[in-house]
Nanobody
């Protein structure tokens, strides 16, 4: 069993930055593929970024490529999402998720989820 807890959300002006963190429990964090997803009101949950166990393979949604960076620290059992040049379209609840199988953009392939952290971007 893996427990995930996101933090770092908040209110930021358009053009600003936020760094989300996702702390995980368990001794096998380094074996998990990790992902970030987001869900805005009235919209489906969408993929944002994913990272493999070593941090050597990354994949981003086109909408965030070049602005967001996913990373992980296996010593701290934590995955991060650095978000720069935020726009109102980035406002959503951001979720981190753990996948025991493979790097994936599909929410249905993730086994464990955090409760989310709210990101609000003012124009």
């Amino acid at each position: 069993q893996v427990q995930l807890e996101e933090s770092g959300g908040g209110l930021v002006q358009a053009g600003g930055s936020l760094r989300l963190s996702c702390a995980t429990s368990g001794r096998t964090f380094s074996s998990y593929y990790m992902g970030w997803f987001r869900q805005a009101p009235g919209k489906e949950r969408e993929f944002v970024a994913t990272i493999n166990w070593s941090g050597g393979r990354l994949h981003y949604a086109d909408s965030v490529k070049g602005r967001f960076t996913i990373s992980r620290d296996n010593r701290k059992n934590t995955v991060y999402l650095q978000m720069n040049s935020l726009t109102p379209e980035d406002a959503a609840v951001y979720y981190c998720a753990a996948n025991t199988g493979s790097i994936s953009v599909y929410a249905t392939t993730y086994d464990y989820w955090g409760r989310g952290t709210q990101v609000t971007v003012s124009s």
